[in-house]
């Protein structure tokens, strides 16, 4: 479509980009989104499940970390007015034959290489619409896959990765507990040796469900984990409100030096109060989280338990210490118990009944270019009925959504490759589904 441009329309145009600079910077400056937790929790001992970390000592100054946001776009900076319209758009096959397909995700190494994981404990690459005969990783002898829920679940890359060769996985071993464990590849970049796993967390799991299994590199530099509360149902052991246990939870943690890890300096309980890796709590099965590229913002597809699904979401910025109230709350509901007087629970910004779906599939962010009129925009999905909804927030911070697409698939995940395009994975029938025009 052909755009003519008068000299009103460029005044105006400049007009919104000044004023959503302006917004981004008074966004940043933001000390605090989440009132913090009362004073009155006990401070906990040691976590039992997490291996001996390096903590930041008294009056340390921790070395800032490097943003790997691309620059601010002036198609990204303008409102988003409506939808575009769906039936103009497609998801477009473009591999099969996969087995149980459970995340994608490209290395950031301007390889055009996208990485996916099969839920068994393999990783399989996919280049030019066409998979490599060998896997890039290989790790099904430790990889416990006998519940619906477990395997191999998430993996990032470093966002040095093009010089470091880093990688992070996310997997329940063969005891069904979660392992987060460091890989590199090897002088052929597109193997990893499996024999050099280095074990960062392991964390006894209770159940075979409710593992989370996300992975994702921040704004920040830091890598954050998703966990379930540990499972069955009705978080039977108080998973999700206690701070004494990594589940439950979005954990956030500094893997910028060779081995091992560090807790940030300013993780919401570094000085007490709860395990010092949690960033955020109250939470049952995160399914997949992201972050905006271009914004920093994170969202959280949390699957609820019987009625209700949610989308959660935290600005760039946020201090952590966020509560997203399960189980007092299946997303904005109540559940089960009160919470104390003065304890704050953030609700999801989008949330919809078990007549539409069973269990969410958090998205991501589009920012791509080869569909500009759709940047901006939040994707998320349904594993039981394959839809695909579209959120945004109006200029008003109202947020909108729309149901886009029947897809008639599994979906386990979402993903993006170097350039921001996004793809659906079909956990089913193994396919791997591109966002194309028709």
């Known amino acids: 479509m052909k755009v003519n441009y008068r000299s009103s329309d460029i005044t105006r145009h400049w007009i ?26 006990v401070p906990v001992s040691p976590s039992p499940t997490a291996q001996p970390t390096a903590k930041p000592e008294a009056g340390e100054t921790m070395p800032p970390p490097v943003s ?32 149980k397909p459970s995340d994608l995700a490209a290395a950031g190494d301007g390889s055009g290489r996208l990485f996916l994981l099969e839920q068994a404990g393999r990783i399989l690459i996919l280049q030019g619409g066409a998979l490599f005969p060998d896997p890039f990783l290989d790790i099904r002898d430790r990889v416990g ?22 990688f992070y996985v996310n997997y329940t071993d063969l005891n069904g507990d979660t392992v987060i464990a460091r890989y590199r590849a090897s002088p052929d970049a597109n193997k990893a040796d499996p024999a050099g ?24 530099g830091y890598l954050y984990i998703g966990l379930g509360d540990g499972g069955s149902a009705a978080d039977p052991q108080g998973n999700g409100q206690s701070l004494r246990t990594l589940l439950g939870k979005l954990l956030r943690i500094d893997v910028s030096q060779p081995t091992g890890y560090r807790i940030p300096s300013n993780n919401p309980f570094v000085n007490g109060g709860g395990i010092p890796e949690i960033w955020a709590f109250g939470l049952r099965n995160p399914w997949r989280f992201s972050f905006d590229r271009l914004t920093g913002d994170l969202y959280i597809g949390d699957v609820g338990q019987n009625r209700w699904e949610e989308i959660d979401f935290l600005p760039a910025g946020n201090p952590g210490g966020a509560n997203f109230g399960w189980d007092y709350r299946e997303a904005a509901h109540p559940f089960e118990g009160e ?38 925009i939040y994707f998320f999905g349904d594993y039981c009925r394959g839809t695909v909804w579209g959120l945004f927030r109006d200029a008003q911070g109202v947020w909108q959504a729309r149901s886009l697409f029947e897809t008639g698939t599994y979906i386990s995940s979402f993903g993006q490759d170097d350039g921001g395009e996004i793809y659906l994975l079909d956990h089913r029938n193994g396919q791997v589904f591109r966002f194309e025009r028709r």
């Open 16 to 41: 919104y980009l000044v004023i959503a600079m302006v917004l981004v910077v008074i966004m940043a400056s933001c000390s605090k989104i989440a009132t913090p937790l009362p004073a009155t929790i």
């Open 68 to 99: 790997t946001l691309p620059e601010a776009t002036i198609t990204a900076t303008m409102h988003i007015l409506s939808f575009p319209e769906p039936g103009n758009y497609h998801w477009t096959p473009i591999v099969g034959g996969l087995t």
């Open 145 to 166: 896959s006998a519940g619906s829920e477990q395997g191999l679940l998430g993996i990032a890359f470093s966002p040095g990765y093009r010089s470091d060769g880093v």
């Open 197 to 220: 796993e280095e074990t960062l967390l392991r964390i006894s799991q209770p159940y075979a469900n409710h593992n989370g299994g996300g992975l994702a590199f921040g704004p920040d």
């Open 339 to 376: 919470p104390p007087s003065g304890l704050p629970l953030l609700d999801p910004i989008y949330e919809y009944g078990h007549n539409l779906g069973c269990s969410v599939t958090g998205g991501v962010v589009y920012r791509g270019q080869m569909l500009p009129e759709w940047q901006g």
